[in-house]
């Protein structure tokens, strides 16, 4: 355990009402937080996870962000999620008890370490806590699907669109502002995430910038017209 980081808990996380989608009583977080570890943070490019690796931990970002990707049998990537402050990484393994994907720091990650056994054992004894893992499992099943339903039939502005726009919805839910933020991954993530290419990432993102629906600069990202961005998505 990290000695700069042994002294957080659960308690005073201030993420822990979003990977713990609905607060435990007192006594249920003390004993969650006796079976957490805080480990050293990752570097931009470290990887978390990786595909066919045996399932250990769960983990719960406390800072900074990760992607999650796949790679087909040529090596191609195709990510399939990004993570932020407050979600939990390693659901994918539940299944059969390995990792189906990758998972790699976009930039300086702080963790949480989740042992499973402890945790399988812990929720054994506490109802409640059994009851919100499969709510946080569920909800993350969910917003998978409904992505891949948001983004089908979606021109290429309606994608990019509705991604900074959950984007937006995500930072101010973690008590972040939702109107200017930076983005962690590169355009050539986002392509890939969104079925789109570098350059038609970069083309709309001068278009919206030249209309006023944006300011773009570098990765700093500032939402101009709200009601603008959610009519370009289709909203």
Known sequence: ????????????????????????????MVRLDTIIQRRKPLQKRDLLTTAGAPLQFLYAVRSGSLKTYTLDDKGVEQIIDFHLPGDLVGFDALADGHHRSFSQALETTMLCEIPVQSLDDLASQMPTLRKQMMKLMSSELFASKQLLGDLNNRSAQQ???????????????????????????????????LGLSVETISRILSALQTDGTLAVKNKLVEIRSLDQLNSLAGH
């Open 1 to 28: 355990m990290a000695s700069l980081t042994s002294h957080i808990h659960c308690q005073d996380c201030s993420m822990s009402s979003l990977c713990i989608a609905q607060p435990l009583d007192n006594d249920s």
């Open 159 to 193: 994608r990019l669109a509705h991604f900074l726009l959950t984007l937006s919805q995500r930072f101010a839910e973690r008590g972040l502002s939702g109107k200017s933020f930076r983005l962690t991954m590169t355009r050539a993530d986002i392509g890939n995430y």
